[in-house]
């Protein structure tokens, strides 16, 4: 397992910004450290706990042959924030913008009586519910990243979401989702606002990530409080066979 080495640009006034531009990355140097695989320019996370690759920065270029050891040749990879030019025998094959929001003020987190934690044994019905709705990636161990919930009707999982991503001092909440049957009810956004409320217990603050073109999440997060930090784009990619 790759040590985690403190970073002197998370003490600076501008640590938030530093963080929060490269959450994956933050969070496999640190509090994900123990899922980390790679070393001091791309780590990764196991492929059945999360797909993300994360690199320390673009502007090496050795960051190319870093990655090219840690996933091997011809395979397809997900990038975050990478919108430059390709190193020659390296493939695009499909990206999209993402927006990426914060929580401010405005946000009145509450746990909520109904919501049930949900571990190992509920994962089946976890990665059923996604799906059946696609609300991103999620793998079999992603709920050890850390902590999901859900909302049963009739002992049927019909609603979830839970933590992802943690860079130091944020928390990223994924994975919402609910069945059609029962959209349009509130469980979602009863959802988000108790695990923001136990991410801001634990002295964390949270964050979300959408697709730019999920325009209807979009709005309802920024009704429960969080606001537009940046956009940023995903990429797609083949290595050199």
Do not use: C
Request: charged share 25%; glycine share 10%.
């Amino acid at each position: 397992m790759p040590e985690t080495a403190a970073s002197p640009l998370l003490d600076s006034p501008h640590a938030d910004e530093v963080v929060l531009d490269n959450p994956a990355w933050f969070a496999l140097t640190g509090p994900h450290a123990r899922f980390a695989i790679g070393g001091d320019l791309v780590r990764r996370y196991p492929e059945d706990v999360a797909p993300f690759v994360a690199v320390r920065t673009w502007d090496d270029p050795a960051v190319w042959d870093a990655l090219l050891d840690l996933v091997g040749p011809g395979a397809e990879i997900g990038l975050s924030g990478f919108d430059g030019e390709l190193p020659e025998g390296w493939q695009f094959l499909g990206g999209g913008e993402g927006v990426q929001l914060v929580q401010t003020e405005a946000l009145k987190p509450r746990p909520d009586d109904e919501a049930i934690e949900l571990g190992a044994e509920d994962a089946a019905e976890m990665l059923a519910i996604v799906e059946r709705n696609q609300p991103g990636p999620f793998r079999p161990r992603t709920y050890e990243l850390g902590r999901y919930i859900g909302i049963r009707r009739e002992g049927r999982l019909v609603a979830m979401a839970g933590e992802r991503l943690h860079p130091d001092g944020w928390t990223e909440i994924s994975a919402v989702a609910t069945d059609a049957d029962f959209r349009r009810q509130g469980l979602a956004s009863r959802l988000v606002l108790d695990v923001a409320f136990h991410i801001q217990q634990r002295g964390d603050r949270a964050l979300l990530h959408a697709a730019a073109t999920n325009v209807g999440a979009i709005a309802a997060y920024e009704r429960l409080g969080f606001a537009l930090r940046r956009r940023t784009v995903f990429s797609a990619i083949r290595t050199p066979a």
